[in-house]
């Protein structure tokens, strides 16, 4: 190993030569070029009218949702009002059929009154308010019930007693012991009745 001595010079560096750039121009043409990112897919942003499109529909859909929800909701507070009408009346009705049913039964009796042959203006009376009466009803839609001769149907007829009797079908009403009233559909008071054992 030599030593040197402080007073030599170092040895000169060797130069490299500046890269030409022709050549550089000739390594890139001949290097395949290189893709990216062959995996990543670019999709286009929406053009405006797409995007004005979209919304458009999104909020027809959004319209015709709160119309359709707004009829229906209507149609339910009409049919409940419509049946809240018909409960109360029903409920207010069906006082004035027990006094009916005691119109007809004061009729039924003689009232203690001795039979004179001529007409009777207390059985009159009572005769005509009974009709008014009846007539008032029907007014509201109050109906009888069919039942004498009927089969027993248990959503209108309200079977009280068992009676058996010749050449009548078992379930057949062969009396009504307190007549029923619809008003409409709704059963304001079931049949009451008694049907063949």
């Not at 009408?85 to 004035?96: S, T």
């Not at 009159?124 to 009466?133: K, M, N, P, S, T």
């Not at 078992?170 to 012991?177: K, Y």
């Amino acid at each position: 190993m030599t030593k040197r001595r402080h007073s030599e010079p170092d040895p000169a560096p060797t130069e490299q030569a500046a890269p030409d750039p022709a050549d550089a121009s000739a390594d890139a043409a001949a290097a395949p070029a290189a893709d990216p990112a062959p995996d990543l897919v670019v999709e286009e942003a929406p053009s405006v009218e797409e995007t004005l499109r979209r919304e458009r529909d999104e909020a027809q859909d959004k319209w015709l949702r709160a119309v359709a929800e707004m009829d229906n909701l209507r149609k339910r507070t009409r049919r409940e009002v419509t049946d809240a009408h018909r409960f109360a009346k029903a409920d207010a009705l069906r006082g004035f059929l027990d006094v009916l049913d005691n119109l007809e039964r004061a009729l039924q009796t003689n009232g203690g009154a001795a039979d004179t042959g001529g007409p009777d203006p207390f059985r009159e009376g009572i005769e005509l308010i009974r009709q008014r009466l009846r007539g008032v009803l029907q007014e509201q839609g109050v109906t009888p019930i069919e039942a004498l001769g009927l089969h027993l149907d248990p959503a209108v007829h309200e079977a009280v007693g068992q009676l058996p009797r010749e050449g009548s079908e078992p379930g057949t009403i062969i009396e009504v012991a307190q007549p029923g009233y619809k008003l409409g559909e709704l059963v304001l008071r079931p049949a009451r009745v008694i049907i063949c054992a």
